[in-house]
């Protein structure tokens, strides 16, 4: 008996899946038998669901009504209608004249922006100040051009270090 006590108390996984077992079963017995809230429906089986459904559709095909002729509005509600549309339409183009003049702002301002920067980097640029100077410019051929010089005018490959060549 100690030993199978034992066995137990050094495995405590064994424990915790016991332990599982015994609340589950014992959760299983303290389920609610029906659900007395009076806001839910009744449960039924999908062979009275249909049976209703089926008495449903038989009973709307026998009392197929003609639809409802449609009411014809007053003409006061038409033109209140136009009197709308018509003051959405001055409204939407006003703010349409504002956002151009806003537009026309926004260019003239950017504009004037553009014209001091480049006033202010013109009176900055040096020819001759080797800050400013801008550098050689090569495409592509070039530098193709100048890669195949190396190789021609460099040492030949056979006297280069390997560890050179690797990186």
Same mark, same amino acid.
């Given at each position: 008996?100690?030993?199978?006590?034992?066995?137990?108390?050094?495995?405590?996984?064994?424990?915790?899946?016991?332990?599982?077992?015994?609340?589950?079963?014992?959760?299983?017995?303290?389920?609610?038998?029906?659900?007395?809230?009076?806001?839910?429906?009744?449960? %039924?089986?999908?062979? #009275?669901?249909? +049976?209703?459904? $089926?008495?449903?559709?038989?009973?709307?095909?026998? &009392?197929?009504?003609? /639809?409802?002729?449609?009411?014809?509005?007053?003409?006061?509600?038409?033109?209140?209608?136009?009197?709308?549309?018509?003051?959405?339409?001055?409204?939407?183009? %006003?703010?349409?004249? #504002?956002?151009? +003049?806003?537009? $026309?702002?926004?260019?003239?301002?950017?504009?004037? &922006?553009?014209?001091? /920067?480049?006033?202010?980097?013109?009176?900055?640029?040096?020819?001759?100040?080797?800050?400013?100077?801008?550098?050689?410019?090569?495409?592509?051929?070039?530098?193709?051009?100048?890669?195949?010089?190396?190789?021609?005018?460099?040492?030949?490959?056979?006297?280069?270090?390997? &560890?050179?060549?690797?990186?």
């Amino acid at each position: 008996m100690g030993d199978f006590i034992d066995f137990f108390l050094k495995n405590p996984f064994l424990i915790i899946v016991l332990i599982g077992i015994l609340t589950s079963m014992l959760g299983k017995k303290k389920q609610p038998q029906q659900n007395d809230d009076p806001n839910t429906p009744p449960k %039924k089986k999908w062979q #009275e669901v249909m +049976r209703e459904l $089926q008495g449903e559709m038989s009973q709307g095909e026998q &009392q197929q009504r003609p /639809a409802p002729a449609p009411v014809r509005k007053v003409d006061q509600q038409a033109t209140q209608a136009f009197e709308v549309i018509d003051e959405t339409k001055n409204e939407a183009n %006003k703010r349409i004249a #504002e956002l151009r +003049r806003l537009q $026309q702002k926004y260019d003239q301002e950017r504009l004037y &922006q553009k014209a001091k /920067a480049d006033q202010i980097t013109s009176a900055i640029s040096d020819n001759n100040s080797p800050v400013y100077r801008k550098g050689p410019s090569f495409g592509k051929k070039q530098l193709i051009d100048g890669i195949i010089m190396s190789e021609v005018l460099g040492p030949p490959r056979a006297k280069r270090s390997l &560890q050179r060549s690797r990186r």
